[in-house]
C-alpha cells in the first residue's frame, strides 16, 4: 500500500543541517532523518512499527485517501510572541 509521504527542513535549534521530518499524514505519524533518504528509512521503519501494532491489536489500518498539499501565509504580526 502507498502511503503519501511528507518531506520537510528541519530548521529548529539543536538540529545539524541536513535533518529532514518526514510526515505520514495518512497514519498521524512523524519522524526525522538525517538528508531525504535517511528521513524516508525514519518513516518505513515507523510505519511498518506502526502498522504491525494496529494488526496485532486486530485494528484495521487507515487507507490512504486523496492527498492534497498548499500552503498558508500567516501574517507576520501573528508571529510576534510566538
Given at each position: ?19 529532514y ?11 526525522h ?20 501494532e ?14 492534497l ?12 510572541g510566538?
Amino acid at each position: 500500500m502507498n502511503y503519501p509521504l511528507l518531506f520537510e527542513k528541519i530548521r529548529e535549534p539543536g538540529f545539524p543541517e541536513g535533518f529532514y521530518y518526514a510526515h505520514l499524514p495518512t497514519l498521524g505519524l512523524t519522524t526525522h532523518g538525517e538528508g531525504l533518504e535517511g528521513a524516508r528509512r525514519a518513516a518505513e521503519e515507523l510505519a511498518g512499527l506502526w502498522l504491525a501494532e494496529l494488526q496485532e491489536r486486530g485494528e484495521t489500518p487507515p487507507r490512504p485517501g486523496e492527498t492534497l498539499l498548499s500552503t498558508l501565509e500567516v501574517p507576520e504580526h501573528a508571529l510576534q510572541g510566538a
